[in-house]
Nanobody, 123 residues
Framework: VQLQASGGGLVQAGGSLRLSCAASGRTFSSYVMGWFCQAPGKEREFVAAIGWSGGNTRYADSVKGRFTISRDNAKNTVYLQMNSLKSEDTAVYYC?????????????????WGQGTQVTVSS
């Protein structure tokens, strides 16, 4: 599976962005999909993940109520809608695919990674 993330950019605090991650291959619907972020000098950390059909989701406490993860299996794409952005959300955002189950928050559980897209929130 190859993953291509897009949609990052510069936005003011309180604004919104929608990230997309397009996947290659015919087995997209069999992967748990996740979003992670990494700020300069920090470890990569979990943001959100979604199960095969989209019925199961998990979020980091820091983004609950602000971010929404969704997927369109017909388009082989997973999305991250980011609302009420804060300066502390500034990071490179990566999408990832996990062949296993259940949904995991661990980077080590994910088998494939996209190249990352920069999100910068100005205060």
């Amino acid at each position: 599976v190859q993953l291509q993330a897009s949609g990052g950019g510069l936005v003011q605090a309180g604004g919104s962005l929608r990230l997309s991650c397009a996947a290659s291959g015919r087995t997209f619907s069999s992967y748990v999909m996740g979003w992670f972020c990494q700020a300069p000098g920090k470890e990569r950390e979990f943001v959100a993940a979604i199960g095969w059909s989209g019925g199961n989701t998990r979020y980091a406490d820091s983004v609950k109520g602000r971010f929404t993860i969704s997927r369109d299996n017909a388009k082989n794409t997973v999305y991250l809608q980011m609302n009420s952005l804060k300066s502390e959300d500034t990071a490179v955002y990566y999408c990832a695919a996990d062949r296993g189950w259940p949904i995991s928050e661990l980077t080590t559980a994910y088998d494939y990674w996209g190249q990352g897209t920069q999100v910068t929130v100005s205060s």
